[in-house]
């Protein structure tokens, strides 16, 4: 089958190659009918760009790099695919490296991404100070922003939720069913997402209680970790447990129920994220609803600005408004009763 080239998108449009070349660029304006003339005829021949020609007469690709940090997580899959769809509707492609929480691996995707001569970076960093340089060695070359995710002040412009305000959502609801006695279920380390809800958490127990601050168990953002965290906190015998992703609660409410915990009714459990398995679990989960159409669609407003040289010198840094999504797993009791997660004769001792 012959190419159809913009020479035959000309003829059959009237127009010239170079008003041709304008309006399916989108480089300069023209006339509405001159416009309509011209995608009609472009329509009918079944004429397809050259990208490889497009990408050396302009230097610019048309692609823009993702890392991020593990793609088992089911959250980060919903925000690559409001990323995808909005890149997709402005002409431009995505390549996605998933680094394994591995900062060392999170550097060498980055490297291969700027090797590909993508036109600009998304970073969901793994960690918020292991990936410090890496991130600003490729901010330095191209535009790029942080989702989800931080890597401090002044490497690049960033977008996220406000996770102090999600857990101030939980905290609240959880008090206004008489819950009193908190344990926090978090990730180790410092990705920005795992300190700051377990900040926020700290800080509004304490505002609370000050007496009686609540328990905290870190590991990963796993279910496995959730399971194992229960056994941690029997001692505690806490009411409510509030975990730093909807992995970890799906993870603890399955070795509560295994243990014969009535959840809610004994113990509340709560979430983050709002991942599709929270609302399937048993009982369906209360999380904090992160708004991922939102954070890509600001994330690719900053870029695009700055791919435009329109950025603002300073870097700047976008929280966005969570949502709380009460379910089964945190419903108000009839009644206060006292033990909670049994005990283990023979449990172990956790340093």
Known sequence: MTEVTLRDVARVSGCSVATVSRVLAGTRPVGAETARRVRAAAESLGYRPNQVARALRSRSTGTIGLVLPQIMNPFFPSLVREVEHALHAGGRGLLLADCDDDPATEADR??????????????????????????????????????????????????????AAGMALVLDHLAGTGRRRFCFLGAAGTASTAVERRIAYETGVAALDPSAPGRVELGDFSVEWGRAAVDRIRPARPDAVICANDLIAVGAVQRLRQLGVDVPGEVAVTGFD???MASL?????????????????????????RLAGRGAEAHRSVRLAPELVVRASSSARAAAPRAVIPSSRTSEEHQ
């Not at 369906?284 to 600001?298: G, I, K």
């Open 110 to 163: 980055i490297t291969a991404l700027l090797d590909r001569q993508v036109d600009a970076l998304l970073v969901i960093p793994v960690d918020e100070k292991r990936s410090r340089d890496a991130v600003a060695l490729a901010a330095a070359r191209v535009p790029l922003v942080l989702l989800d995710r931080a890597c401090g002040p002044g490497i690049a412009d960033s977008v996220a939720v406000d996770n």
């Open 274 to 276: 709002d991942i599709p």
């Open 281 to 305: 679990a048993e009982p369906a989960l209360t999380t904090v609803r992160q708004p991922a159409a939102e954070v890509a669609a600001e994330a690719l407003r900053l870029l695009d600005q």
